[in-house]
């Protein structure tokens, strides 16, 4: 197994930086100054204006830059800068008390011990990719250029175990419906009133939720509506999301619950507007792709056998294919994220090292 001292040491320094989404300042700072320390060309694009954050991606170059990048997000959902990393015999936790980081500081640190080791043998070309706001909006894979070399990508950042390969991905279309009703005094006068959460609540009695089949998944999460206890409620807002592996699948959802809401506000005198987007896309990457392959060759020279994955979860590998790029996702085992009882075991640690210096060696 590889050892262990230098990507801890790295993630440690990562972990104490505080960086959520929007504020990834400082892990940006680290970064262009340890790769360029390095020898490698790095830049920060223009990402921080569409994100209104106070950091661009980062994005850095070895050589010619090579076909392949590497990827990893610089911000974690909820603040670590506080955290109290404990070093176990096989891990490492936080106390208890905050979050560790290992979403995605893991993922970094991994990366810049392999460019260290790679580059500490000798010219190479690779680039490496950091990206703002994987947490919240994903902006930061939309906008990042890898430039015009690179032809496939991965990303370091799955819970998973190292040897898995998230190569198939949901997709998640978020849906906002707005149910207007008619006010009035519920106690003088409540059938001059249309009562538009009455309305919203039948439409959503009515839609499949939950896990509707093996690859699709719907949710309503969040009603708000109504302004007090005696006023039928004129509109009411409704937030949903449908998820599944195929696009089509999520296509004909939508259009099913935009006519469970039709059908209930014109039973009711209601009317409603739909407004439907991508959080992000569904992606397939084949095993018998020359990027599946290719990772796969890097696993088997630190003796993991590849396992193909499906994840019902969205990441920057869902951005990039969906602007053209072949991209997985590596599993790097940073396990329990976004929880107080987030970990990484060492081993893991080390192992994603150790296959993302094989990815660009």
Not at 115 to 144: D, H, K, W, Y
Not at 176 to 205: D, L, M, Y
Not at 226 to 233: C, H, K, L, R, S
């Amino acid at each position: 197994m590889p050892d262990h001292p230098r990507v801890v040491e790295l993630f440690l320094q990562l972990a104490a930086i505080e960086g959520t989404s929007g504020h990834e300042r400082g892990v940006a700072d680290y970064i262009r100054q340890f790769l360029g320390g390095l020898g490698m060309e790095v830049r920060e694009d223009e990402a921080r204006d569409p994100s209104g954050g106070d950091s661009g991606n980062v994005v850095a170059r070895a050589g010619g830059g090579g076909d392949l990048a590497l990827l990893a997000h610089m911000d974690t959902a909820r603040p670590s800068g506080a955290s109290k990393p404990q070093i176990h015999t096989d891990r490492i936790t936080s106390d208890g008390t905050t979050v560790l980081g290992v979403d995605n500081r893991a993922g970094i640190a991994i990366l810049l011990c392999a460019a260290e080791q790679v580059l500490a043998r000798g010219p190479s070309n690779f680039t490496l990719g950091f990206t703002i706001c994987e947490e919240t909006s994903m902006v930061g894979a939309q906008q990042i250029s890898l430039g015009a070399s690179v032809r496939q990508a991965a990303c370091f950042d799955s819970s998973l175990r190292p040897g898995n390969i998230v190569c198939r991905s949901y997709g998640c279309r978020h849906l906002v419906v707005t149910v207007k009703g008619k006010a009035s005094h519920s106690g003088i006068a409540p059938e001059r009133g249309i009562n538009a959460i009455a309305v919203a609540a039948k439409a959503i009695a009515r839609l499949p939720l939950g896990r509707i089949d093996g690859e699709t998944t719907a949710n309503v999460g969040l009603i708000r509506g109504g302004t007090a206890t005696n006023v039928v409620p004129d509109e009411v807002i409704v937030e949903a999301e449908i998820r599944s592996v195929r696009a089509a699948r999520v296509d004909e959802l939508v259009d099913l619950f935009t006519q469970r809401f039709r059908d209930e506000a014109a039973a009711a005198g209601a009317t409603i507007d739909m407004q439907s987007t991508w959080d992000f896309e569904p992606y397939t990457v084949d095993t018998t792709s020359p990027l599946y392959r290719r990772v796969a060759r890097a696993m088997q020279t630190v003796g993991l056998d590849a396992t193909q994955q499906v994840s019902a979860g969205g990441a920057d590998a869902n951005s990039r294919n969906a602007r053209g790029l072949p991209t997985v996702n590596l599993g790097i085992g940073a396990a329990n994220p976004h929880g107080n009882d987030e970990y990484i075991l060492l081993d893991d640690l080390a192992t994603g090292a150790a296959i993302a210096t094989a990815l660009i060696s």
